[in-house]
């Protein structure tokens, strides 16, 4: 019982690091789409584009049987904090950071 308790807490482990990878490459990009919209005035947040990837998320998780309405908090969590830093962007307050440490 032991050994698979650790051989499943390694995977969880190693599942952990590429999340916290992939969030990291994720927000180096948000953090570009957010100085792009601050040089050309749009607004941080685009309600529309967030309609679409909640639709095709929850169309992933579902085939992937994963709750739905868990991916889709996560998303919204996940944009809640793009959206504070493209604000932070936009007040001229670029170099804060959140989720993105530093
Ligand atoms: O695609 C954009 O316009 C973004 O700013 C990125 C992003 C995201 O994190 O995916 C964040 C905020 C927007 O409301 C929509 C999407």
Do not use: Y
């Not at 990009?29 to 040089?39: F, R």
């Not at 639709?55 to 908090?73: H, T």
């Amino acid at each position: 019982m032991r050994a698979e308790l650790a051989r499943l807490r390694d995977s969880i482990d190693n599942i952990d690091a590429a999340v916290v990878h992939m969030l990291a490459e994720r927000f180096k990009c948000t953090q570009q789409v957010g100085h792009l919209k601050a040089a050309h005035q749009l607004p941080p947040a685009d309600p529309s584009r967030e309609a679409q990837q909640i639709a095709r998320l929850r169309r992933l998780a579902e085939n992937a049987k994963l709750d739905p309405a868990f991916a889709e908090k996560l998303l919204n969590f996940i944009i809640a904090e793009v959206i504070r830093h493209h604000e932070s962007i936009a007040d001229g307050a670029g170099q804060a950071t959140g989720a993105t440490g530093e």
